[in-house]
């Protein structure tokens, strides 16, 4: 049986808690997963709420009949909320839109000793499949920056294709998809940086470095933040520094904070740039459009950065 825990998208800070509303960026991750579920989701599904505000309104993105679970926005422990579920032995896949540290509990209880992503982020998704008397495992875990704001403003028509796309590549239908990705590349960003993506190697497609920069550059020249990360990222590992970090300043000056991350990492190599790392560093968390792990990462560079000696 399916079982996809959603956890709520970034929402302001304020009491009373349960009154708490999804900020603007919290809006648009909940619209690219429910995106995202319009064209994946296994049919007849049931989708379980908190009845808190921030998930009710992550929830609404995704055009489904919700049911209010009281459940979910208590201290239960995993096995009392799966055993009020009853999710091994439901008649139909289940949806639930909840709150961390619960979902992330239900999660390791479930996988136990299957390796499993340790960061739960603001707005993802997590897929697992189980059948009683089985071991479950995790079928995919689906991030919002991930796909893209490109997404959110595909023609009907395309969004379709992508996502058939996305579903052959995870199958490893690798061919099947670089056709759908080569098609949608002609007007679409997204799908150049995928297709670039297949081209950089172990994809079932031959690795060519000079069509994994046109697609990026493609995608990048038509402000993909996305393309111009990829793009920087793919010059600094040929040693490119000065063209990696030009791209990386576009995406920065795009509104991508996690590109400031990356121009960080490249001046951490000497110990005479800690202050333009520290900079790049804050300004990150000052652009925004990073990922949790993302905001971890700095935090912990930071922190580093503050008990080095001067």
């Not at 791209?247 to 000497?270: C, F, R």
Request: charged fraction near 25%.
């Amino acid at each position: 049986m399916e079982l996809l825990l959603w956890r709520h998208a970034e929402a302001l800070d304020g009491t009373p808690d349960h009154e708490r509303q999804l900020t603007t960026r919290g809006q648009k991750q909940a619209r690219k997963i429910a995106l995202w579920l319009e064209a994946n989701a296994p049919k007849n599904l049931r989708l379980l709420v908190s009845p808190t505000l921030r998930t009710q309104q992550t929830a609404t993105r995704f055009r489904y009949q919700m049911e209010i679970c009281e459940a979910l926005a208590t201290n239960a422990s995993p096995a009392e909320i799966l055993s009020i579920l009853d999710w091994q032995h439901a008649k139909t896949p289940l949806l639930v839109v909840g709150h961390q540290p619960m979902l992330s509990e239900i999660a390791d209880h479930l996988l136990q000793d299957i390796p499993h992503p340790q960061t739960f982020n603001k707005g993802a998704l997590w897929w697992l499949h189980g059948e009683a008397g089985q071991k479950t495992r995790l079928r995919q875990v689906v991030e919002a920056k991930g796909l893209s704001g490109i997404i959110a403003h595909m023609r009907p028509e395309d969004e379709k294709q992508f996502c058939r796309a996305h579903r052959f590549k995870d199958a490893g239908k690798y061919r099947k998809a670089f056709k759908i990705f080569r098609k949608l590349a002609k007007r679409n960003t997204y799908a150049m940086v995928s297709l670039a993506n297949l081209y950089s190697g172990g994809f079932g497609i031959e690795y060519s470095f000079e069509k994994i920069v046109k697609w990026e550059k493609k995608a990048a020249e038509q402000g993909d933040d996305c393309g111009m990360i990829n793009l920087g990222t793919t010059y600094r590992r040929t040693g490119d520094v000065r063209t990696a970090k030009a791209w990386y300043e576009k995406a920065l000056q795009a509104g991508d904070g996690s590109a400031a991350l990356e121009i960080a990492k490249m001046y951490l190599i000497s110990d005479l740039e800690t202050e333009r790392v520290k900079n790049y560093l804050h300004q990150a968390l000052e652009v925004g459009q990073l990922c949790e792990a993302d905001e971890e990462e700095i935090q912990a560079l930071l922190e580093e950065l503050r008990e080095k000696p001067v």
